[in-house]
């Protein structure tokens, strides 16, 4: 039997945030807002952030190539100086 939850957690967020929240506990199958922030939170594998927008995807995706590019220029650097 799941222990009590007796402590509470507060933080605020705008009406636009909120229903951002609100849409990705449903997508990702969560009970309620407070279930996905809780796993989110607490690194339950099976709630993942879901991205909200293609833009969020992409600046994620633009991070990951900028990684990416700079880990190949310090390769071609090695390479070359030898």
Excluded: Y
């Excluded at 933080?11 to 996905?36: M, P």
């Excluded at 995706?61 to 700079?70: G, K, N, V």
């Amino acid at each position: 039997m799941p222990k009590a939850r007796t402590r509470l957690v507060n933080f605020r967020v705008t009406d636009e945030e909120f229903e951002r929240l609100k849409n990705a506990s449903g997508r990702q199958g969560a009970r309620c807002v407070s279930d996905f922030a809780r796993g989110l939170i607490l690194g339950q594998p099976n709630l993942r952030p879901a991205f909200e927008s293609h833009d969020d995807a992409l600046v994620a995706f633009e991070r990951r190539l900028t990684a990416l590019e700079r880990s190949m220029a310090r390769l071609v650097a090695s390479v070359s100086d030898e």
